[in-house]
Antibody, heavy 119, light 107 residues
Framework: QLQLQESGPGLVKPSETLSLTCTVSGGSISRSSYYWGWIRQPPGKGLEWIGSIYYTGSTSYIPSLKSRVTISADTSKNQFSLKLTSVTAADTAVYYC???????????WGKGTTVTVSS | EIVLTQSPGTLSLSPGDRATLSCRASQSVSGSYLAWYQQKPGQAPRLLIYGASSRATDIPDRFSGSGSGTDFTLTISRLEPEDSAVYYCHHYGGSHTFGGGTKVEIK
């Protein structure tokens, strides 16, 4: 059974870089036709897709964050990662990683990790 | 950019009632890429419906999806207390977009 688990610091200072990792178990991120994505949810608000990486390594990002976001994958560790630079309080959110299936729906999610941006 | 508008914002119903949740797209979209998720407090979203009308694995048959073009509906035929949650629609059209959510409260 495929499982995803986010990890990373829960507190990041303003202007610094947020770095999170999603570890995938029960399946390979190198498997064809799947995307692996990051989604966030600010406190009390809705869901926002941040970006995705395809098994080939190609990436796509939401335009509003594109200048600050990098998603990468380490197939040897079966992990993919999120880096968000120059964070502000507006980046405070629960961050989820998810598997994105053939028709682009997100069918497996991690439990989420809370990241607070504060000095 | 496609915008998904969900209504109502909150639905307050009794167990056994029928819930009808709406998701309206700002332009016609492919139902193949329309999904619904359920999110309970403190939990990650769970996929309910994909392809507008296909139930995901282990989803009870009281959940059903329908619609096409710009108007999509999630129906919960007989509400159970555990259906209390926020429901989001989601579309992929080159980029992923979520609706603002509908909160379903069970009286």
């Amino acid at each position: 059974q495929l499982q995803l688990q986010e990890s990373g610091p829960g507190l990041v200072k303003p202007s610094e870089t947020l770095s999170l990792t999603c570890t995938v178990s029960g399946g390979s991120i190198s498997r064809s036709s799947y995307y692996w994505g990051w989604i966030r949810q600010p406190p009390g608000k809705g869901l926002e897709w941040i970006g995705s990486i395809y098994y080939t390594g190609s990436t796509s990002y939401i335009p509003s964050l594109k200048s600050r976001v990098t998603i990468s994958a380490d197939t040897s560790k079966n992990q993919f990662s999120l880096k968000l630079t120059s964070v502000t309080a507006a980046d405070t959110a629960v961050y989820y990683c998810a598997k994105i299936g053939l028709f682009y729906y997100m069918d497996v999610w991690g439990k989420g990790t809370t990241v607070t941006v504060s000095s | 950019e496609i915008v998904l508008t969900q209504s109502p914002g909150t639905l307050s119903l009794s167990p056994g009632d029928r819930a009808t949740l709406s998701c309206r797209a700002s332009q016609s979209v492919s139902g193949s890429y329309l999904a619904w998720y359920q999110q309970k407090p403190g939990q990650a979203p769970r996929l309910l419906i994909y392809g507008a009308s296909s139930r995901a694995t282990d989803i009870p048959d009281r959940f059903s999806g329908s619609g096409s073009g710009t108007d999509f509906t999630l129906t919960i035929s007989r509400l159970e207390p555990e259906d209390s949650a926020v429901y989001y629609c989601h579309h992929y059209g080159g980029s992923h977009t979520f609706g603002g959510g509908t909160k379903v409260e069970i009286k």
